[in-house]
């Protein structure tokens, strides 16, 4: 029998259109919210009243990186949605103000800076690159605001006022660098990435990792790109007079496309090379075409194709929602867990104030997480598996291997710093 407490389950659904006709009274989130009174839960004056909670949505829907964050901006949305149909947080409904960060750093700045300061937001959940992450992050923390970070990152960040959702170096980096490595008797590498934080650090700590943890394995070239940087032939030939075991990759955006499309035409394909990516999910597949990327790897802790019942809701929801072509990549999913997180931290303090957050945040457990069971660490990072897809024709992932459990978060790994 299906319960109608699944946020998924259409009896649910048909009981929250329901309600819509009913006067409030009566409502469990009415009394809910009674039993939580604003001036109680509400010390520092933020956007909270009654009957409602503002948040706040920051990402890029426009501009080169719009192609893997409207995922995020989507996922994020079916959370608050669920979220909303169950009665809200502490009686509570979410409303939601949405900013574009355009994929412009100072964008995305001046943007926290508005849902911190004017909007009074209680939680923001956004940003996709580290770029933006830093740029918003000494706002967060000055004007003590709390965000929810989806993406897999380098590491070496953390902060009271951000909960990492994603993946950190050692549970992406360096379990995937340790998997091809035994798996393809891999000895050399040529790393690649888009030119800013995220990648080059990346990079810098596959470097250290290859060198000194993969015995008699060397770099054999590193090269950088510009965001939205269409034309790779002259990386291509690189590519091919160093004739490396792995080209290793972590090209974000839609640079994406442009440099599958190349790698193919120039006769770089899965039957000849080997190429591990830190940086394309089926959010990007869609742009990049399954037949471009297809038996190439990805190092990632969520694929659509994951066997679950958690995922197979979520995915049939996320479907429902978006239409029946929508994918879902592994930022996607981490987005997700962002609202559902926050209603659980704010539900055990009993408060919205982002001091009680912080501090209570450790030891939060989502056991509805499409990925499977996840928990918030002391240090705000996900304990998360890690995953190994290989890309298929129809733009999903073949998971082919999978950590036996769940990796403790380490950002701040040593050796790597």
Known sequence: MTDPRDPFSPARRRLVHGLGALPLIGVPGLALAQQFPTAKINTTKLAI?????????????TGTMAIS???SIQAEQLAIDQINALGGVLGRKIKVIKEDGASDWP???????????NDRVAAVF????SASRKAVLPIFEKENGMLYYPTFYEGLEQSKNVIYTGQEATQQILWGLDWVSKEKKAKTYFLVGSDYIWPRTSMKIARKHIEQHLQGSKVVGEEYYPLGHTNF???????????????YCAVVGGSNVSFYKQLKAAGITADKQTLLTISVTEDEVLGIGG???????????????LDNANNKKFVEAFKAKYGPKAVIGDVTQAAYLGPWLWKATV???????????????????????????VKIDANHHLWSKARIGQAQLDGQFKVVAESPELIKPDPFPKGYQ
């Open 49 to 61: 009243t009654d009957t409602e909670v503002t948040v706040g949505q920051l990402h890029s829907a």
């Open 69 to 71: 964050e409207t995922g």
């Open 107 to 117: 964008t995305f700045a001046e943007k926290s800076k508005k849902l911190l300061v």
């Open 126 to 129: 956004g940003c996709w690159t």
């Open 233 to 247: 032939n002259s990386l291509i030939n690189k590519i091919k007079i160093a004739k490396p075991d792995v080209i």
């Open 291 to 305: 037949e471009n990327i297809t038996g190439f790897y990805a190092c990632m802790k969520y694929f659509q194709s």
């Open 347 to 373: 539900e055990k303090v009993g408060s919205f104030d982002v001091d009680k957050i912080a501090e209570g945040s450790t030891g939060i457990e989502f056991k509805e997480a499409p990925e499977g069971y």
